[in-house]
């Protein structure tokens, strides 16, 4: 890969990271993610506000974070449009409730129009609490400032 390339790549990466972490949910959720070719890594503190009766984290917030993982993956391939996920299955292993979460995504099968992904959520023990996969196609939406993709 040239130089140019190469920093064009890097500057959609970053680009990425930015959009994400500007969003409004993440206001709530604070996390930090790190995008590079075909991967992406998502961190989300642990907090009360995130667990259900129970007390642990809500299986929502796997879903989101395994989602979001695999979602950047994808997108990391992709600098032209937003990638819409078109189904997502999620496996629940294990409680947590202190610590923070880290979920890791990495593409698994890139086609012509539709892409999978796959993701795994770990404890702040490096346990595997949860992991996930799903499809991804190319939407119609164009990335850009008006997205936070700046």
Do not use: C
């Not at 667990?51 to 879903?63: E, L």
């Not at 395994?66 to 993956?73: E, G, I, K, R, V």
């Amino acid at each position: 890969m040239e130089n140019s390339e190469a920093d064009s790549q890097e500057s959609h990466y970053r680009k990425l990271e930015r959009m994400y972490l500007s969003a409004p949910l993440n206001d709530f959720y604070r996390p930090t993610i790190r995008v590079e070719r075909g991967r992406s890594e998502i961190t989300i503190p642990v907090e009360e506000a995130l667990f259900h009766a129970a007390g642990a984290v809500h299986g929502s917030v796997y879903f989101k974070m395994l989602d979001d993982a695999a979602w950047f993956a994808v997108n990391s391939l992709l600098t032209d449009a937003f990638v819409l996920t078109t189904t997502f299955t999620v496996y629940l292993t294990r409680p947590v409730a202190s610590g923070a979460l880290r979920s890791v995504g990495h593409v698994v099968n890139e086609g012509r129009t539709r892409w999978v992904a796959e993701a795994v959520v770990y404890d702040a023990e490096d346990r595997e609490i949860g992991r996930g996969s799903g499809s991804f196609v190319k939407s119609g939406r164009r990335l850009g400032p008006d997205l936070g993709y700046e």
